[in-house]
Nanobody, 119 residues
Framework: QVQVVESGGGLVQPGGSLRLSCAAS????????MGWYRQVPGKERELVAT???????TYSGSVKGRFTISRDNAKNTVYLQMNNLKPEDTAAYYC?????????????WGKGTLVTVSS
């Protein structure tokens, strides 16, 4: 069994910063791509950013230039540094990972961490 757990959400003022972390654990052989998604009530979950094992990144247009995704392969952890936050960034943020456990490549999702941007 493999899992990912997010941390680092909270309340921040517009223009502020937060860093989210997502740690993978369990019977891990290899962690491939990882990503961050977000969702607000009544809307579909949307991609925020992804990162491959060797560090190739993609971003949604709404966060490019403000958010940075990175990973520490030794710790099986991915980070999302969010700067210049806006009220429209308020959402539940979910971590996703493609993780192999020596047998199966799993598509694993965390339970989410809430980010609220408000004055």
């Amino acid at each position: 069994q493999v899992q990912v757990v997010e941390s680092g959400g909270g309340l921040v003022q517009p223009g502020g910063s937060l860093r989210l972390s997502c740690a993978a654990s369990g019977n891990i052989f290899f962690v491939k791509a990882m990503g961050w998604y977000r969702q607000v009530p009544g809307k579909e979950r949307e991609l925020v950013a992804t990162i491959s094992y060797d560090g190739i990144t993609t971003y949604s247009g709404s966060v490019k230039g403000r958010f940075t995704i990175s990973r520490d392969n030794a710790k099986n952890t991915v980070y999302l540094q969010m700067n210049n936050l806006k009220p429209e960034d308020t959402a539940a943020y979910y971590c996703q990972g493609n993780i192999s456990d020596y047998d199966v490549l799993w598509d694993v999702w965390g339970k989410g961490t809430l980010v609220t941007v408000s004055s």
